[in-house]
């Protein structure tokens, strides 16, 4: 079905009908999620994918513990619930000042005294360097050893960059550790500290490894 609607479709019709299917499940999520949840753990992890981690709640737009349109915002949860908030590779298809920054007051409002989100997200100054020095060849080379199927389709080098930066229409912004402190700052959070992959599995084992650390930026910010 995928492959056959792109191959009748320009890519702008393909990605403008991706985008219509994304918002109809944001729609269909808000309609159906409920107004208050009581969660039963303390481990909040937003945008899970395929990744549900025990102990956790896995929420995503659907397929998970709890179907949330995260951005619409507002998160059913009572204060002061969680413990800890994991976030992976999910802000940067939210827009920042209407979607964003409206969930990170949530999650601050959400978080017990001294509790910790931590997000990670491609990182915008690892990509401008990656450009300038080597045509993005070294990032490219990096996500294929994850990825071994992904290719940027016979175009050259430097076009990673755009991918990076639209994905298909699914991107919204990139970030470096700079944009993404003053976010986090906008909606409360105080201490802002750049960390990587291997803090946060070594804080929280259940994570997969996604091996990540060359093209994104890893933060924990404290309540
Ligand atoms: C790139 S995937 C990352 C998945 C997972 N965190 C990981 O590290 O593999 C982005 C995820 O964010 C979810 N997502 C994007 N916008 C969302 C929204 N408004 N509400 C809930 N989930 C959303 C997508 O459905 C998708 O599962």
Redesign the pocket.
Known sequence: MKAALKKKLSARQYELLRMLSYEWK?AK?RMLSPRSYKPNTEQLH??????HLEGWLN???WGSDLN????AGRLPFPEECFNVIV????IE??SIQDELIPLLKECHRNLKPSGSIWLSTPDMEKAARSYIDHRNRDMIEDRQKRLPHWSLNGLPDQHFMNDLFHQELEHRNLFDFDLLKWTLEQAGFTQVERVDEQALQAAYPAFPS?NDDYQSVYVKATK
């Open positions: 944001r999520c937003l945008g899970c994918g395929d990744r929420v995503d737009l949330l349109d995260i951005a976030s992976q590779h999910v298809h939210l996604r």
